[in-house]
């Protein structure tokens, strides 16, 4: 058996390794796993990925867990282009720096944007306090600043003249919020041309094939109540 990808393209992680996988011409099978209907907490996906969670690498007899590891391993299996993760110390540093970062700052605010604005209400049914809506969107507004003041600065991408990495995590984590009704790019023109950089340097039609779920999260039927109970837990724990 070759390389499986365990993904559901709802992920912001997944999305990134679907990108990487695609846009690198890298073979693999790709086993959906449906977060919606709780299939991560299935006893088939337990023995994949203990943790229970999106996305898992199989190679083989070898399987992986952990987005970042995910893509690190797969930079270093495959024939990439170096602008992904540079040979450079110092470049490769700067995107470990970001990919460091993102964790708690960047993928948490984009997380709680995407369920507070849309998850609860629409999937789970769980109405959202105006204070508590207003207090995560000016918190993903702060985080948008340091991503802008810190990490892009004035250039074209995130490490300098090429794409890395470090923008394709970064774009996928911002695609949460615009799927949300976010308009995270407005009155941001230097992060507006940045996504624009980097969506074209993925090409349009794979970045939107990765994104189409996301888009579309707002039209997602309400939860099975079976299903909203079992998912709970985990939902509250991620985002808290």
């Known amino acids: 058996m070759g ?9 912001q ?5 679907y990108i990487f996988a ?16 709780g299939q991560h907490l299935s006893d088939a996906f337990v023995q994949v990925n203990p943790l229970k969670k999106v996305p898992a690498l199989k190679d083989g007899d070898f399987t992986l867990t952990e987005s970042v590891a995910i893509l690190l391993y797969l930079t270093r299996k495959y024939k990439v282009p170096d602008y992904w993760y540079p040979q450079d110390l110092q470049a490769r540093a700067r995107v470990d720096e970001y990919l460091a970062w993102q964790h708690t700052a960047l993928r948490r605010n984009c997380l709680r ?3 507070h604005k849309v998850m609860f ?6 109405q959202v306090s105006s204070e508590l809506l207003a207090a995560t ?7 948008l600043q340091v991503f802008e003041d810190k990490f892009l600065q004035n250039k074209a991408f995130l490490i300098g003249s090429q794409i890395s990495l470090a923008d394709l995590v970064a774009i996928t984590e911002l695609m949460h919020p615009i799927g949300a009704g976010c308009q995270v790019f407005e009155g941001r023109p230097k992060l507006a041309a940045w996504h624009r950089q980097v969506e074209a340097a993925v090409g349009e039609n794979l970045f939107q094939e990765a994104h189409e779920i996301i888009l579309k999260v707002k039209d997602s039927p309400p939860a099975d109540p079976t299903i909203k ?5 985990g939902v509250l724990a991620m985002i808290r």
């Open 121 to 126: 209400p629409v999937f789970l049914g769980e």
């Open 229 to 233: 109970q079992k998912v709970m837990p």
């Open 137 to 143: 969107l000016a918190e993903l507004d702060d985080t």
């Open 13 to 17: 992680p997944c999305r990134a390794i």
């Open 22 to 37: 695609k846009k690198n011409g890298i073979p693999f099978q790709l086993r959906t796993v449906d977060l919606l209907k």
């Open 113 to 115: 944007a995407l369920w």
């Open 3 to 11: 390389l499986e990808l365990y993904l559901d393209l709802l992920s």
